[in-house]
């Protein structure tokens, strides 16, 4: 009897034991995650008892509001197509994405234990949720809407690479998060083939052409300072392993910096193959690849293809942008904009500040290198080559009058349809102020279709006064 009593008494203590277990793990492992899902009432609860904070535009420019109608309380967006893919949407039915989710505590005055957040979660009083100001220019992002809207599916990304601010992110096809316009489209939205749902700045992956020529110059740079003053005879094409790879033309005897004005796949595939693959790799992982960019709003893993690269037809195809190496448009813009910083980049972000309903200053961001990519002579040395295609060579649609910018054209080879039209610069060139990434998929020439965006957004980015 004593033995049965026992055996009974740990079966209970170890149910105990794995129950007690299996709440700690939903507290503190779980519960993050549990709190924000979208089947989870009790941040509705909440919520219902906060009128949510809005969000603004660096000047002030309101973009989200909640308003009071009757018992109900509504989420306003302004500028829906323009602003879509940064706010995201707040529904109810559909739950939150974008600064929506990512800043949603903020919105809801819960940061902390202050005594409103406290009100709010016990049902004390109603509240208001605090405020919060992007980095966003919204006179330049309203450009950057109109100037992609026109194409199917595009990006445009635009930073303050002194800083990491973004001064404008738009994509295309978008949306309206507005919560009629959301729900009563939801099904056409998730079958659309363009995808208007996916932010393609930070979570499209592209084959980056030639844009990718300035990053293989850095790394280029760094293993043989002397590459400056070495020459290469184009003849039009080069043959690696029983493959030719070929050039628009053949552009003769080149350096470095005519190699980056005329786009010569030659050279930097040869260059690829002399830095070879394992110094290669290292230089790309030294600028961000295999990493995710750290930003307010989700993004992709920048992949890596380490085995690729130990070919040396995959070495020589990622040097000049093919192959299997990808970028998003995000990424892009921060390795332009860290050339022109002397090679350090900057961390990206998205909200400025927090600030509460009365105007007082409740958080601001910090700004903060992410990482050294060059040191200020590689990055200085790539620059001019950057300088040349803009002034002769493949990216003079680029040009600002009385303004040097530093640039890159790319058209990047799609399997299924014509290139990617791409394009990569910052401006001033030796004290940039902004750096910009246009991509244009299927949009043919990246000079002819992507550097004319760029340079409207660097004239509009350089005429603000901040």
């Avoid at 293809?305 to 037809?313: F, G, I, K, Y």
């Amino acid at each position: 009897m004593r033995n049965t009593v026992q055996k009974f008494l740990a079966f209970i203590t170890i149910c105990f034991l794995i129950y007690g277990g299996y709440l700690i793990y939903l507290g503190l492992v779980r519960g993050p995650a549990l709190s924000k899902h979208g089947a989870n009432p009790r941040p509705w609860i909440i919520e219902n008892r906060v009128l949510r904070g809005g969000i603004f535009a660096r000047d002030g420019e309101k973009i989200a509001e909640s308003t009071q109608e009757g018992d109900k309380t509504k989420r306003k967006y302004q500028y829906p197509q323009q602003y879509a893919h940064l706010t995201g949407y707040n529904s109810r039915i559909l739950g939150k994405t974008g600064l929506e989710e990512a800043y949603n505590k903020e919105l809801l005055g819960l940061e902390g234990h202050s005594q409103k957040s406290l009100e709010a979660r016990w049902g004390l009083k109603r509240i208001q949720g605090d405020n919060i100001y992007l980095t966003i220019d919204h006179k330049l992002q309203m450009k950057a809407w109109e100037l992609l809207s026109p194409y199917d599916k595009a990006s445009a990304v635009v930073i303050d690479p002194r800083n990491g601010e973004i001064l404008a992110m738009v994509s295309t096809p978008s949306f309206n998060p507005n919560d009629d316009s959301l729900k009563n489209n939801w099904a056409q939205l998730r079958e659309d083939p363009l995808r208007p749902l996916v932010n393609r700045s930070t979570q499209g992956l592209y084959p980056p052409g030639s844009v990718m020529k300035i990053v293989s110059a850095a790394v280029g740079l760094r293993k043989s300072p002397q590459l400056e003053s070495e020459r290469y005879n184009c003849q039009g094409e080069i043959t690696i392993q029983g493959r030719v790879l070929k050039d628009l033309r053949a552009h003769g005897t080149v350096d470095l910096r005519r190699a980056l004005m005329v786009s010569c796949n030659s050279y930097f595939a040869n260059l690829g193959l002399e830095i070879g693959a394992d110094d290669y790799t290292r230089g790309l992982e030294t600028f961000g690849w295999g990493e995710k960019v750290p930003f307010d709003l989700p993004t992709e893993k920048i992949p890596l293809p380490r085995d690729s690269l130990q070919s040396a037809n995959g070495l020589a195809e990622s040097s000049m942008g093919q192959g299997e190496i990808l970028v998003s448009p995000l990424f892009m813009t921060l390795v332009a904009g860290s050339l022109g910083n002397k090679g350090v980049m900057m961390n990206p972000y998205l909200v400025r500040e927090v600030r509460s309903p009365d105007g007082n200053l409740v958080r601001k961001q910090d700004q903060r290198p992410l990482r050294v990519v060059a040191t200020p002579e590689i990055a200085w040395q790539v620059q001019e080559g950057m300088v040349g295609v803009v002034q002769q060579g493949t990216g003079t649609a680029a040009s600002l009058k009385g303004v040097e910018v530093a640039g890159k054209t790319g058209s990047a080879e799609n399997p299924a349809g014509p290139t990617h039209a791409w394009f990569v610069a910052f401006a001033p060139a030796q004290q940039p102020r902004a750096a910009v990434s246009v991509i244009v998929e299927n949009g043919g020439q990246g000079g002819r279709v992507a550097a004319p965006i760029a340079r409207e957004l660097l004239r509009i980015a350089l005429s603000r006064e901040d």
